[in-house]
Every structure is written in structure tokens, then in C-alpha cells.
């Protein structure tokens, strides 16, 4: 892999995020109102996390699912980063789309269904934005690793991997988060990763414990999603921490941080 080891996760004009940091990133799974996507930047900002996210192109599995409020999504986006001084994370599904991004969104998300979408990583390579990388359902450690060399070798070094859960035979979750993945990139990639236990586990109830679990295996923050009504969020409310359930995650990441390994 060709990127040297770097203290840096992510760095704005205004803003450095080091590993010892930690990039924290949490927000709905969908922008669906205005009033929806403040109340939580509003928590998101008083938990002192510096990154939102907020789907507004969705890429849903049922195409007869909520899609995202795509352009007006990303407006509310803006504005809520505006209001609450916080940087916007959002997945990009389409690369003609990089234009109103390049203008909106602070960090673009490649989820795991695009992880394998190699056109796609190679045109976004060219974006001068720090780019999350979700690791696909089905892809081995390497393959994620070899997606993101896609955009490191095309010029975009900026990039976080993501480690979201991968499809196994077990179904009391909805994939398995496999946590062996953060030390083995670890050991052989010099890319930062973090963990995303909501995707991973699919079930608020047991966020809290895998994403603690997450930072001590090492990883380099985290992104989880929040909602302030999960039974009735357009998208994933079966694994979105309510506002209350958000804030004891942060209490909890604030009681582990002094036994967490030195970056
Ligand atoms: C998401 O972050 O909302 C998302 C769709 O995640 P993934 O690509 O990991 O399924
Ligand atoms: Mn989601």
C-alpha cells in the first residue's frame, strides 16, 4: 500500500482530527426534515463530536423504499452544519453528482454497496475531498484495501476505511461486525479506520457495548446513527440510538478514552 503512516485523520482549514482524536461522526441515516436532522446536529454538536451524517441519496435495497430527500437533503445538510458549526459527512452514489457535493459536503461516503463500484472510486479519486470508504457486506479485508488503493493510486490519499459489519451465517444481527478487521489494517495499511457498529449490529440495543468494543480493538473513531424518533425514521430505525441513548454512548466514550491505547 502506498501511503506512510500518518497522525492525521483529517484535516479542514479550520479543523485537524488526529488519530489520538478520534473521528467521531453521527447523525440520522436519512435526512428526512428539517426539524429531524436540527434536534440531532443540535445533540450531535453538545456531545462535542465535530462530524454529521445524514443520507440524502440513498441507496436502498427496495426500491420502493424512502430514496432520500436528495438535493433538499443536502440544502438541510448545509444548514444544519451552518447552524451547529459541524462538518457534513454524506454518501455520493454518482459521480455526476460531484459538482453539487464538491459544494455541500465535507467528507463523501462511499458506501458499502459502491465499495466494488470501481468506476465510480476511480472518478472520485479525482475529488480533492477526503473520501470514507464503507467496507462492502461481502468483501474480504483485502478487497476493501484494494478499493481504496483505487483512490489512493488515482490521487485521492485522503481516505478513511470503514469497517460496517459483513454478511455471516448469524442472524440475531444484521451482519457481524468484524472486529479483527481493525487491527489486521492495522498491521498492513496505513489508512485510518473506524467502526460503524449501527449498520453492523442493526439493533439500537447493543450499539453502545460494539462501539466501545470498537475503539479498544484500536479503531480510529467511530460513526453511529442517531435519531430523535427511531420507530418513526424512514430508514433504519431498528439500529438508530434515540437522543437519550446518544448521549450515554458519550458518556461511556468519555469514561473509556484514559485506558485507550496511546495513538
Ligand atoms: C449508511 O451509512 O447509511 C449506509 C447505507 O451504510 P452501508 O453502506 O454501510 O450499508
Ligand atoms: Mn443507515
Redesign the pocket.
Known amino acids: 500500500m502506498s501511503v506512510l503512516t500518518r497522525d492525521i485523520i483529517v484535516q479542514f482549514p479550520d479543523l485537524t482530527v488526529r488519530r489520538s482524536d478520534r473521528l467521531l461522526i453521527a447523525g440520522p441515516?436519512?435526512v428526512e426534515s428539517r426539524d429531524q436532522l436540527f434536534r440531532v446536529a443540535e445533540s450531535v454538536r453538545e456531545s462535542g463530536f465535530r462530524f454529521l451524517r445524514g443520507?440524502a441519496f440513498?441507496p436502498r435495497t427496495n426500491p420502493y423504499s424512502f430514496q432520500g430527500l436528495q438535493e433538499e437533503g443536502l440544502k438541510l445538510l448545509q444548514a444544519a452544519a451552518k447552524e451547529f458549526d459541524l462538518k457534513i459527512v454524506t454518501e455520493i452514489v454518482d459521480a455526476s453528482h460531484l459538482p453539487m457535493f464538491m459544494d455541500t459536503v465535507d467528507i463523501l461516503q462511499i458506501g458499502a454497496r459502491n465499495m466494488a463500484n470501481f468506476h465510480l472510486l476511480k472518478q472520485l479519486a479525482h475529488a480533492s475531498k477526503p473520501i470514507l470508504l464503507k467496507r462492502g457486506f461481502a468483501a474480504t479485508i483485502e478487497e476493501l484495501l484494494l478499493a481504496a488503493e483505487y483512490l489512493v493510486s488515482g490521487g485521492n490519499q485522503q481516505v478513511i476505511l470503514c469497517e460496517r459489519g459483513i454478511r455471516t451465517f448469524e442472524t440475531a444481527t444484521r451482519a457481524t461486525l468484524d472486529l479483527s478487521s481493525v487491527p489486521i489494517v492495522k498491521k498492513i495499511s496505513a489508512l485510518p479506520i473506524i467502526v460503524d457498529p449501527?449498520?453492523a449490529t442493526g439493533r439500537s440495543d447493543i450499539v453502545v457495548p460494539m462501539a466501545l468494543a470498537g475503539l479498544v480493538a484500536g479503531a480510529d473513531g467511530l460513526m453511529v446513527?442517531v435519531h430523535p424518533n427511531p420507530p418513526k425514521a424512514l430508514?433504519?430505525g431498528l439500529?438508530?440510538l434515540t437522543l437519550e441513548g446518544f448521549r450515554e454512548l458519550v458518556a461511556e466514550i468519555n469514561r473509556l478514552k484514559p485506558y485507550l491505547i496511546k495513538k
Open positions: 441515516c436519512s443520507g440513498k449501527s449498520h446513527e430508514c433504519d439500529q438508530s
